[in-house]
Each structure stands twice: as C-alpha cells, then as structure tokens.
C-alpha cells in the first residue's frame, strides 16, 4: 500500500472519514444534516477512511438524507402504464407528474390495444422468461421470425432467391 495512503487511513480519526477536507461522522450524518445538497457521489470514492464499512455508511446515511428531503433522483417509478404524460413516485414517497422523456416509451405503443393483445397472446403461447445470449437458448422463434422480416424489410439480408 502507498505510504502517504497508508498514514492518511492511520491518521484519520476513530470512526470518521474525509469528504472535501473535512471530517465526516458517519454515524452522525442523517437526514437532519443542514444540507443534503452538499456533495456528491465522488466524494465518497475518494473519501479516506480507516475501513471501507466507514465510507460505505457514510455514503448510504448521505443517500437516505437525499431521499427524506426529495432530492434524490435516481429512484424513480411510473405509476401506470406509459403514456405521452405520466405520474412517477420517488423513493421519499411523493409523487409527480407531467410530460414523460423518461419512459422509453418513444412510440406510445405501450398502452396500444393491438400490441397489449399480442403480448398476451405470445406469452401464453411461449411462456414468460429472461432472455439470454443464443448460445444458451436465449432466443424466441417468434423472435428470429421477426428478425429476418426486419432484415428482408431494411434489405439487410442477402437475398435468398439469387
């Protein structure tokens, strides 16, 4: 181990870790901290402490304060089907709505009839799984059906008839 790491974990404090200078209590931080704002996710990876659990709690205590005062942004759940506008709950609890950019639902094809009905229909017929790679038998044939149509369609495919 790097010396100067070796004695900046040695000098550090009992049970506290270095974030912008300054000596953090993990244990002490919490959603009552002054600024939940304060900081971010890299301060945590160049934090020195004298064990990894140290910084690891410091950085979940960090999280959850995030959360309580709703400015966490990386938890975010649609609560309905998507569609063109949409309604998502944070992890705090509330809730928003408006226009939706985050859905991947470009083509608002989610709440279709006709595309309901067929995903109905194909998972009776083959069944609910996760797909994997083809060598393990991660493939459909109504997948591979598909994908030749495409081909024959976006002209990708050599011509099977030449």
């Known amino acids: 181990m790097?010396?100067?790491?070796?004695?900046s974990i040695v000098a550090a404090p009992q049970n506290k870790a270095q974030i912008d200078g300054s000596w953090l209590d993990p244990i002490s931080k919490s959603a009552n901290s002054p600024d939940p704002l304060a900081g971010s996710t890299r301060d945590f990876l160049t934090t020195v402490?004298?064990?990894?659990?140290?910084?690891a709690d410091a950085f979940w205590l960090w999280n959850q304060a995030r959360i309580e005062h709703d400015v966490f942004p990386f938890g975010k759940a649609l609560m309905e089907a998507p569609k063109p506008t949409t309604a998502l709950r944070y992890l705090g609890g509330s809730t928003r709505s408006g226009?939706?950019?985050s859905s991947q639902e470009y083509l608002?094809?989610?709440?279709?009839?006709?595309?309901?009905?067929?995903?109905?229909e194909a998972m009776h017929r083959l069944g609910v799984h996760s797909a994997g790679s083809t060598a393990l038998g991660g493939n459909l044939i109504d997948g591979q059906a598909l994908e030749a149509e495409l081909g024959d369609w976006l002209q990708t495919r050599p011509d099977s008839s030449e």
């Not at 790097?2 to 004695?7: A, G, I, K, P, V």
């Not at 608002?108 to 109905?120: G, N, Q, V, Y």
Request: aromatic share 4%; no cysteine; glycine share 0%.
């Open 108 to 120: 608002s094809l989610a709440s279709h009839p006709r595309i309901i009905t067929a995903a109905t």
């Open 99 to 101: 226009l939706n950019f």
């Open 2 to 7: 790097d010396e100067t790491l070796q004695d």
């Open 49 to 55: 402490a004298r064990k990894p659990t140290e910084r």
